[in-house]
């Protein structure tokens, strides 16, 4: 071993300031930033002790022997049930939909929340980069009810709307309108150890995570609002970068007879709308917890063409793999062959994996190595520092947050880049500098500063992304 722990830990440290640096003047020189598709509201519950037996007692639910039957969408209360409990004993969060709307009425009369928060890639993303200090965030919110704007931070948002015929772009405040309906995600997140025992079933949560329930006919549908579109189509020459998701909650078919086609077909024109009136935006898909791999192909088949890097977790990694059918599941293949096999059949420019332990880019050799390394890290601290307050927060009152609760450099992503080192042969303080290069990708791992107990687990993936987007070149400059 040629690194040891404490150099790579102490590499990353004396690494923060100039990824703070970075992140400072590209903060400065962003005109504009676009973030889309899907903005709602989360109600959030977090999980104590007793809740889902109660709740279970309460409404004589018992769970029998199709416990582990996996549904698509949430048609009873009892599948809410299963959905928790199968988040709970994987510790890996996860998302459905319900489909009726009789569901999400027994939620709300049933279940106390403790808050009502900002939620949806978009939403959550532009709260984010608002608070950095990025003066023009253009968000799409499929409805924009008083509560909803509300969740808004007050400065630096702007969502298109139209008034006497003329469109412009307004603060949330401005730009609500009561006749729209709220569009409601439950969230219930649980920490690591929350047990549950329930008819004889015993779970305990290895990791601290969330289980999401979401009744959102407009997102779901991928709705896109015609004012939004408008306004972005002509104003697309002032924005740098945008980020893209939502495409999770799409179903199959529509009463209307359309489907899931139609609607990744209109998303895919509007980004090319915007790509075509300037072509240095630099695009960012974010693919989120989807479960149908039909729609997740024809995503990724449709819109990679377009975009300059697709982000996802490890658990959509490998979710995105199997829809692919890449892999024989009976093999084991490692992290990095699923990435390099995922960038390569995608012909992705730039793929960034973040889990809780690291993240990790590959990208092709016209992205800057340097550059990339600092958006990764920079969206590692951002997140780090979350975890700590479960807020969005700027530069100053995260450097502030990771001084006074310094989190330790993860020892996993440690272990990660000697193994990696090793398995390619490449000296792992080198490789700390100049990254990897396999199979002609760049490769570049940076550590996540573990936190095991989040204040809130929802919105961390986004805050990460959001700073490494903010980080990165434009596309033109590759
Ligand atoms: C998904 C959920 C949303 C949540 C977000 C967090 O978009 O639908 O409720 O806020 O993920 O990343």
């Given at each position: ?62 769970l029998?022997d199709?416990?582990?039957i ?30 009726k709307?009789e569901?999400s009425?027994?939620?709300s ?31 799409h ?22 008034k ?8 949330p ?10 569009m ?13 025992r ?6 305990r ?10 009744y ?31 495409f ?23 980004v ?30 449709e819109?990679t063409k ?17 829809a ?7 093999k ?18 730039c ?19 340097e550059?990339?390394?600092k ?39 440690y ?11 490449i ?19 940076v ?11 929802v ?7 959001s700073g ?11």
């Amino acid at each position: 071993m040629n690194l040891t722990y404490g150099e790579y830990r102490d590499y990353w440290i004396n690494l923060m300031k100039e990824a703070v640096q970075h992140a400072h003047q590209c903060i400065r020189s962003l005109k504009g930033i676009i973030t889309a598709f899907n903005t709602n509201i989360d109600a959030v519950k977090t999980l104590r002790e007793g809740d889902i037996e109660r709740l279970a007692a309460k409404n004589a639910i018992s769970l029998g022997d199709d416990i582990e039957i996996e549904v698509e969408e949430i048609s009873e209360v009892k599948h809410l049930l299963k959905g928790l409990l199968k988040a709970i004993k994987t510790g890996n969060g996860f998302e459905q939909s319900i489909s009726k709307p009789e569901v999400s009425t027994w939620i709300s009369t049933n279940i106390k929340v403790d808050e009502v928060r900002m939620g949806g890639q978009a939403g959550i993303s532009a709260n984010v980069l608002a608070t950095l200090g990025i003066e023009n965030v253009y968000v799409h919110a499929a409805s924009i009810p008083r509560v909803q704007a509300e969740l808004f931070k007050e400065h630096g948002i702007l969502i298109p709307c139209k008034k006497d015929d003329v469109v412009f772009a307004a603060p949330p405040l401005e730009a609500y309108n009561n006749q729209h309906e709220p569009m409601i995600h439950w969230v219930f997140e649980f920490h690591e150890g929350y047990t549950v025992r329930l008819n004889g079933f015993y779970v305990r949560a290895p990791k601290s995570d969330r289980f999401i329930a979401s009744y959102d006919p407009l997102n779901s549908s991928l709705h896109i609002d015609p004012i939004f579109r408008e306004f972005m189509r002509d104003k697309a020459v002032g924005v740098d970068k945008a980020l893209i998701s939502g495409f999770q909650l799409l179903k199959p078919r529509y009463p209307d007879g359309s489907t899931f086609k139609d609607k990744i077909l209109r998303a895919r024109e509007v980004v090319e709308e915007w790509k075509s009136t300037n072509q240095n935006m630099w695009i960012h898909l974010e693919q989120a917890y989807m479960t149908n791999a039909e729609i997740l192909r024809f995503v990724v088949k449709e819109l990679t063409k377009t975009i300059d890097s697709y982000g996802l977790n490890e658990v959509e990694l490998n979710i995105l793999v199997k829809a692919m059918d890449l892999i024989d599941e009976a093999k084991e293949v490692s992290l990095m062959d699923k990435l390099i096999l995922i960038a390569k059949t995608l012909k992705l420019r730039c793929l960034v994996l973040h889990t809780r332990d690291f993240a990790v880019a590959l990208t092709k050799g016209d992205v800057d190595l340097e550059c990339t390394k600092k958006a990764l890290w920079f969206g590692s601290m951002l997140a780090a520092a979350r975890t700590l307050t479960g807020c969005e927060m700027t530069i100053s009152e995260m450097m502030k947050v990771l001084k006074e609760h310094p989190l330790p450099v993860s020892l996993e992503s440690y272990k990660h880049h000697m193994q990696l080192s090793n398995a390619l042969s490449i000296e792992a303080l080198k490789a700390l500098r100049e990254g990897f290069e396999h199979q002609g990708y760049n490769i570049v791992l940076v550590p996540a500063l573990s936190n095991p107990k989040p204040v809130r687990s929802v919105g961390l993936g986004d805050t990460f992304t959001s700073g490494f987007l903010v980080c990165t070149p434009l596309a033109n400059s590759r």
